[in-house]
């Protein structure tokens, strides 16, 4: 094992130990849409479309509070690597006052201005209708997803992610129960259809919040002083938001672009926005063990730079970029062998499913590709400067989404898709690119 200024390099097992539970952690939001498109898909393709749409413009909302845990995890990370562990529980207080607001604030664009917007996004009436029904029961997870975020953060940043799977656990037992149960009827419940599936995933995230708490609460020391009020340090709050606020935007940017995709896909027709429903979902299965990964870079480069070790980020980064691939490669193998089998848990439509096939040939290339590159990406908000992941993730983005507006204009659905491609493939060069050239190595937080 590499030795360097006393301090031994950090170890696949390390990077596994931190890994793992990110993996069942971002199993929650991808449980949720996973069970979901399960079920709805055999109600109906309107349906499963409506519920997509809504999922999506939904979670375009939450990418605020994500960004901003970001940027709590990476100040945190920092404090636990400087051993200052009494300064995380005051972080962690300026980040709760401020996920709170956000909260309110988000609530109150989902209550009063969707009715607006949808029309915006959604061509089709029926597919529309739908959706404000969903939305109409799930808008009200906001204020648990905010402080969920908030939670995930901190136990990153001090790579203590087991809670992070328990409550995934936890999430995914309410959902896919209530799941089944709302939208089909059983169990003596009402049959709920699209509004059921959304009961369902506000009950999951009502679910994990109060896990989080209550978990905090009994086993974090009370050394850091996590539920203890705190004076409110505006010094503090700027430094925090200075950090925080461009990956609040660039969150925002990427899912927004995002949502853009999935909308100029629904104006192809039903059968393309029903293919990307379905393949949405199996996509989102695929990538758990590169975001893992990329979550994992993230805290470690953080980390071993407020050690002192800044020259150990990039071999780091390729041994983390290393096992990345090599958990995603079994996943990506058994759809590439058995796509049909995939695709039919998601519909019952025969053309549909046979629609999708060339569609998982693209997306198995871009998990590959996204399990290395993501891992560079996310380490340069690692490494403290977030507008930097926001200027460089930027003009991607356009590049992304003028690909896809000119292809799905003259194109099938499986070019549409290749923008995957576009985007993993530029955000990585680029990255890497930078974490070899900038002067990184000496910002202060």
Not at 69 to 93: K, L, M, P, T
Not at 268 to 284: N, P, Q, W
Request: with cysteine.
């Amino acid at each position: 094992m590499e030795k360097t200024t006393g301090k031994v390099a950090v170890s696949r097992r390390e990077i596994w130990r931190i890994a793992l539970p990110i993996m069942l952690g971002n199993l929650a939001q991808t449980i949720i849409t996973f069970t979901d498109t399960a079920f709805l898909g055999h109600v109906g393709s309107v349906e499963l479309s409506a519920s997509m749409m809504a999922g999506l413009y939904y979670f375009v909302y939450t990418t605020l509070a994500m960004g901003f845990a970001v940027g709590i995890q990476i100040f945190v990370a920092r404090r636990y690597g400087e051993a200052r562990f009494e300064s995380i529980g005051v972080v962690f207080f300026h980040g709760a006052v401020f996920v709170g607001g956000l909260g309110l604030l988000l609530f109150g664009l989902l209550f009063f201005c969707s009715d607006w917007l949808m029309p915006f996004f959604i061509a089709s009436e029926d597919i529309r209708s739908f959706a404000f029904e969903y939305l109409s029961y799930r808008q009200f997870g906001i204020f648990f997803v905010v402080f969920n975020y908030l939670f995930r953060s901190f136990y990153v940043g001090i790579s203590r992610t087991r809670a992070i799977a328990s409550s995934t656990l936890l999430m995914a037992a309410v959902n896919v129960f209530l799941d089944y149960a709302l939208i089909f009827g059983k169990f003596g419940l009402p049959r709920m259809g699209v509004g059921g599936a959304a009961v369902a995933s506000l009950a999951a995230e009502c679910c994990a919040f109060c896990f989080f708490f209550i978990h905090t609460f009994v086993t974090v020391p009370k050394s850091y002083g996590l539920f203890r009020r705190h004076a409110l340090q505006p010094e503090l709050f700027r430094s925090i938001l200075k950090l925080a606020f461009p990956s609040m935007l660039q969150r925002l940017f990427s899912f927004g672009t995002w949502f853009v995709f999935f909308v100029l896909i629904e104006k192809m027709g039903e059968t393309a926005i029903g293919v990307s429903s379905v393949i949405r979902s199996v996509y989102m299965v695929l990538i758990i063990p590169g975001f893992a990964f990329a979550s994992t870079a993230n805290t470690l480069t953080s980390r071993i730079i407020g050690e002192g070790r800044a020259h150990q980020v990039e071999p780091l980064l390729w041994k983390i970029g290393t096992q990345s691939i090599l958990s995603a490669l079994p996943m990506v193998l058994l759809m590439l062998a058995l796509p049909l089998r995939v695709v039919r848990i998601f519909t019952a439509d025969p053309l549909l499913a046979e629609a999708a096939i060339p569609v998982i040939h693209v997306v198995a290339v871009a998990t590959i590709v996204s399990a290395l590159t993501m891992v560079f990406f996310e380490a340069v908000s690692g490494t403290g400067n977030t507008l930097a992941a926001l200027s460089l993730e930027f003009g991607v983005l356009v590049t992304y989404i003028l690909y896809v507006y000119v292809v799905s204009q003259h194109l099938p659905i499986q070019w549409v898709w290749m923008a995957e491609w576009v985007y993993n493939i530029l955000i990585g060069a680029i990255s890497y690119r930078y974490l070899r050239k900038a002067a990184w190595r000496k910002k202060k937080l």
